[in-house]
Structures are given as structure tokens and as C-alpha cells.
């Protein structure tokens, strides 16, 4: 019988006929541990000349002035509304469906969270339910390009501008995707994340990335204790660096981000031409989609039988998100409530299935076998 390792993601032993695929694979090999032997050789060990090299080539790959590297992918997010001015009494409007640490970020600066609803067919920030939320305490709007999928840039942008709104863009797991020319986190200002199962790691990290010069120095004073000169502080700052192994790794994932991004939606579009009975994803017109997660969309009453028969026949599978962020406890003792239908359906009947680079085509084969087989 297939073993559940949790309600959302579903695994068990592999057979030596064939074996599991994952729902994600880091892809790390030789290169990046040559990379950070050399750092570690070299003694020279956080926020030096390879962070700086990794800034560089981050900002050019997004087309802006500046990348700000940071600890990890949350503290991109904090350091990017700290940087904006945004704190106590202040609201921002975001994704009720994403990971946490999209609106905990907001908490942490001791902000609001307002929660608008999401389009059904991207799960990406409803341009028209977010007017709904803007107040006079309202300072910024922080769409979720989900899944890699972008948002509604063009819209939400022009809300922002009509009212007066700094945009953070949370492209933690949207490295290469694009909206007609304009790459995710060249909007506003962007946040990524480099976790391991991210399109591209460096085993932790985050980096901000905007074309202000003030967000960008206040991003870097912010990260490192307040300070541009040695035991000089000018205000209160973190110790948010980013280590020089970090760097070396993320260095030598960025010569493959664009043919693993190609592979990921070539992947992508082999699945989607063969799954049966199932909605599979929408990409947004004029957009790339990087398909950091391939979520379809099966009847909420089936998803945990529909889980176990693809864990049984050696098939990965996970729920990005099983709840909304309101329906979570910690949210709930906060006083937020269940009033987000569309959030709340997709909650309910999303599952992800393996799309990573690392699929050979009797993978996918397998998992279009799987899912045909297991509806």
C-alpha cells in the first residue's frame, strides 16, 4: 500500500524496476561543488566578491538597475516593504493563496495584511478584487507570481499608479518568467527565492531587485547592520547577508536557468497535450510561464484517493496550498476569516505533479499513465 508522508505530498519506496519520481529535484553536481571548494579555499567566506558578482548578473538576467542579495526568500520580501517606508498602520493587499511567508513578511513590519481574491484560471491577484480592498491606510500591493506563472502586472500596475501604491513583487518561485517583455521583479521591486527547490538554488538565499537607487541603498543598509562603512552605523539594520558559497552556487546555476526554464515548459506542454479529465494549467497571454510547480485541478472529494493511486504506481504529487493563508490557525487567532470562495476552491482541489528538468520522457510518460490511470 503507498504511504502518505503528510496530507499534501505523497511519496513511497521505490521499486527497482522503476523508480519514484519526485515532486522536485535540486539539480547540484560537480560545478557548484567545485564552486564553493574555491570559496572555502580561499578564506574569504560571506558578502564578498562573488555576492557581488551574483548581483550583477541577477540584475542584468531582470533587466533592472539593482539586486540586493539577501539571507533568503522572506527576509527579500521584509527587507523590500521596510525599504518602501511600509509599517504600524499601514495595509498591504495581497494573494490569500501562496505560501505564508507572503503575508507574514507584511506582519513583520507591522503592517496588515488585506486579502483580495484570486482569478481561477492563473490563482494569481484579481486586479478588480483588489480595488475592492484598497483603503485611505492602504501603502502597497504585493502580488504572487504563483507557481511561475505571472500576475496581472499591466493592471495591477496601473491600480498602483491611480492610487499612489508601492508594488512588491513576490517572484520567489518566477526566476525567468516574463509579461510581454518585462521580466517578473522589473515591475516594482521584486523578491526572489533560491531554496533548494526553487527553479534555480543556491541552497538558500533571496535577492531583491528594483530600479530605485533609494530602495537599493536603503536594501543594503538594511541587510548589513545599517552600515555602508565599517562600524559606521547610519540606522537599524539586520545581519541579512548572503555567504560567498550561497553566491558560488547560485553563480553556476545561473549558466543553466535558461535551459532548465525551456525544459521545465517543454515538460510542461507534453503533460498538458496528454492529461485527461483533469484542468490543466492556464498561461496568461503574452506571458512566459516558468512552471516552477505544474498544478492541475482535480474534484476536491477525489484528491486524496486520486494522491495515493499516483504515490502506488511510483508518481510524486504535493498541494500547493492545502489552505488559504486566512484558514490558517496562526491567521485565524489574528481574526481573519473564511470569505475568499475562489482561494478557498482552488485550496481544495490543486495538486502538483513532477515537472522539473530532470524528467526523462519515460517520466513523463509515466505520470501522464498515472494520472489517465488514477482518474
Known amino acids: 500500500m503507498p504511504t502518505l508522508t503528510s496530507p499534501i505530498e505523497s511519496t513511497r519506496i521505490a521499486s527497482a524496476d522503476q523508480p ?58 521584509w527587507v523590500a516593504l521596510l525599504a518602501h517606508g511600509v509599517g504600524p498602520g499601514d495595509e ?37 478584487a483588489v480595488v475592492g480592498a484598497i483603503t485611505p491606510r492602504t501603502k502597497a500591493i504585493l502580488p504572487v507570481h504563483l507557481y511561475g ?42 523578491a526572489f527565492s533560491f531554496y533548494p527547490t526553487k527553479n534555480i538554488t543556491s541552497a538558500e538565499g533571496g535577492m531583491l531587485t528594483t530600479d530605485s537607487d533609494a530602495v537599493a541603498d536603503a536594501a543594503r543598509l538594511l541587510r548589513n547592520h545599517g552600515q555602508r562603512e565599517k562600524y559606521i552605523h547610519e540606522s537599524l539594520g539586520f545581519n541579512f547577508r548572503m555567504t ?67 504515490a502506488a504506481q511510483g508518481v510524486g504529487s504535493a498541494i500547493h496550498y492545502p489552505r488559504t493563508i486566512p484558514q490558517q490557525p496562526a491567521y485565524h487567532k489574528l481574526g481573519y476569516a473564511d470569505n475568499l470562495p475562489v482561494a478557498e476552491q482552488a485550496a481544495r482541489e490543486v495538486v502538483s505533479l513532477p515537472v522539473h528538468p530532470a524528467l526523462t520522457r519515460d517520466d513523463l510518460d509515466r505520470i501522464v499513465e498515472a494520472v489517465n490511470n488514477a482518474l
Open 20 to 77: 519514484f519520481i519526485p515532486i522536485a529535484r535540486p539539480l547540484l553536481g560537480e560545478e557548484e561543488q567545485a564552486a564553493v571548494r574555491q570559496v572555502i579555499a580561499s578564506g574569504a567566506l560571506v558578502q564578498g566578491k562573488r555576492v557581488a558578482e551574483f548581483e550583477a548578473r541577477f540584475a542584468e538576467a531582470v533587466g533592472v538597475k539593482h539586486a540586493v542579495a539577501v539571507t533568503n526568500g522572506t527576509l527579500a520580501l
Open 149 to 190: 506563472g505571472m500576475a496581472d502586472m499591466d493592471e495591477l500596475m496601473v491600480v498602483a499608479e491611480r492610487h499612489g501604491l508601492a508594488v512588491i513583487e513576490d517572484a520567489c518561485q518566477a526566476h525567468g518568467a516574463h509579461l510581454r517583455g518585462r521580466r517578473a521583479g522589473g515591475f516594482g521591486t521584486g
Open 244 to 310: 560567498e558559497m550561497q553566491a558560488a552556487i547560485g553563480l553556476v546555476q545561473m549558466t543553466h536557468l535558461e535551459e532548465w526554464t525551456h525544459r521545465r515548459i517543454a515538460n510542461a506542454h507534453y503533460l498538458s497535450a496528454r492529461l485527461k479529465s483533469v484542468k490543466t494549467p492556464v498561461v496568461r497571454p503574452g506571458s512566459q510561464h516558468v512552471f516552477h510547480q505544474y498544478t492541475i485541478r482535480v474534484p476536491a472529494e477525489r484528491r486524496d484517493v486520486f494522491m495515493a493511486a499516483l
Open 92 to 128: 498591504v493587499v495581497t494573494t490569500p493563496f501562496s505560501f505564508i511567508a507572503s503575508a507574514n513578511a507584511i506582519l513583520y513590519v507591522g503592517a496588515v495584511p488585506v486579502f483580495a481574491d484570486i482569478d481561477p484560471a492563473t490563482y494569481t491577484l484579481d486586479a478588480a
